[in-house]
């Protein structure tokens, strides 16, 4: 118990926020590969390889405490993958707003894409939360 204590000690709360991000990464991946696997159309490779080597490097930056590169890295891997996601799925959007073949979105367009924008937004917004709590110095 000691070891957890003395672990998230002067963690501040952008690192939990960082922690949440790392599972939402694991989380997106697994609904994207399992919504979209199967789809020669829509599937985009390269978007499941963002998601879980985001997921990986987060893993291992916050296992190695580098607490202050963390967000960011998460926020490029969050980015990529809602960038990759977006040029292999545009086409089925068109269609739709247009009416060529579809009359609605389906439902897991709708999961995906809201799971890829929020790990993107929340990455974003942990760039700007302190990951440390201040330490104070006392002048003696």
């Known amino acids: 118990m000691d070891f957890l204590k003395k672990y998230f000690d002067g963690k501040a709360f952008g690192y939990y926020v960082s922690l949440a991000i790392t599972v939402l990464f694991l989380v997106a991946g697994i609904i994207y590969v399992t919504s979209y696997g199967n789809d020669v159309r829509d599937y985009q490779l390269w978007t ?6 985001g997921f990986a490097l987060s893993l291992v930056l916050t296992v190695l405490r580098q607490d202050k590169v963390t967000p960011y890295v998460q926020g490029v891997f969050g980015l990529a993958a809602l960038c990759l996601y977006i040029r292999k799925i545009y086409w089925y959007v068109s269609e739709v707003f ?3 073949d579809e009359v609605a979105f389906s439902g897991r367009f709708i999961l995906v894409t809201t799971f890829l924008a929020v790990l993107f937004v929340v990455a974003l917004v942990n760039c700007f939360l302190p990951q440390i709590k ?3 110095i006392v002048n003696e």
Do not use: K, Y
Request: hydrophobic share 60%; net charge neutral; aromatic share 8%.
């Open 48 to 53: 499941t390889v963002s998601l879980f080597v």
């Open 98 to 100: 247009v009416g060529i």
């Open 134 to 136: 201040r330490e104070v």
